[in-house]
């Protein structure tokens, strides 16, 4: 059994670390309004581009159609990309989203396709590199920055240039979108081909230039737009996770405490019981 001096150590320990996560609740809480004002802004954009590509698409058809948008004509060849955050201390965060992209990459290659991966932030980079790590095409960290268009614009690029290389058929992003402080749901989304919204392509423009010369400019910021707001949603679904994490390890730690002074308590009172009959029987033999 512990010592009463170890029990006081120990103790010190845990109330050193509840100060820890209880900062970490609070730094999660602070954050946690601004990435979610940033994801629910970025929301419309991405939105509403998906709906002018998808009214756009239903006056472009055959060989004149971009190839963002018609695809390749096969799906042999898949890019996944996928997005977690850099850092952990947030529960089941990342491991929802490389969960959710270890069964897409499995469903894939036992379909017999040549899967692909690239990776946003350390958690996945870390996590499949160790069963997919021979698949790997480049990982990328997000670093401390707030998120931006300078961000994933390197990403954007490199997928372009291999799409356009004839190295991919079809590319698809894998992410946490934010719903609440308490629900972030694992999405997978297609980005190549454009996916098309049949009720958006039932609107009616008339377009200026035409509609190839307008996608042709478009489909190629769609995708930087859209692994954008797929890195702000998962950055608002961290801070929440992260936030409800600590708040949990603080409530654990504050129990850990209570039981730790209570058996502390009970240690001390034994031994100067054991200590008080000690001296009543000397005393009763003297």
Not at 100 to 107: E, F, P, Q, T, Y
Not at 129 to 153: C, D, H, I, M, T
Not at 169 to 191: A, E, G, H, M
Not at 242 to 269: F, H, P, S, V, Y
């Amino acid at each position: 059994m512990a010592t009463v001096k170890e029990m006081r150590t120990r103790i010190g320990s845990v109330k050193s670390t509840q100060k820890i996560t209880k900062a970490l609740q609070m730094v999660a809480a602070a954050k946690l309004r601004r990435a979610q004002h940033a994801a629910e802004a970025a929301r419309p954009y991405a939105q509403r581009m998906s709906v002018i590509i998808s009214n756009l698409a239903g006056g472009v058809s055959g060989p004149g159609a971009p190839l963002l948008l018609a695809g390749t004509g096969a799906d042999k060849r898949q890019l996944v990309i996928v997005t977690t955050s850099d850092r952990g201390l947030a529960g089941a965060f990342n491991s929802s989203i490389v969960r959710a992209a270890r069964l897409k990459i499995a469903a894939l290659i036992e379909e017999g396709k040549d899967v692909k991966i690239i990776t946003v932030g350390r958690k996945a980079r870390d996590q499949l590199r160790r069963q997919y790590g021979n698949r790997f095409v480049e990982s990328y960290e997000l670093g401390l920055k707030a998120p931006g268009l300078a961000l994933v614009a390197p990403i954007a690029q490199r997928v372009l240039d291999m799409y356009m290389a004839g190295e991919l058929d079809v590319v698809t992003l894998i992410y946490n979108r934010f719903k609440s402080v308490v629900t972030q749901i694992p999405t997978v989304k297609q980005l190549i081909p454009a996916e098309v919204e049949q009720g958006a392509a039932g609107e009616f423009y008339e377009y200026e230039p035409d509609e190839e010369t307008i996608l042709t400019e478009l489909l190629p910021k769609n995708i930087s737009v859209q692994i954008l707001s797929a890195i702000l949603e998962n950055q608002a679904g961290f801070f929440a996770s992260q936030m409800a994490a600590m708040d949990n390890a603080t409530r654990n730690a504050g129990d850990l405490i209570k039981a730790l002074t209570i058996q502390m308590n009970r240690t001390r009172q034994a031994k100067i019981t054991t200590e008080l009959i000690e001296i009543i029987a000397g005393a009763a033999a003297v």
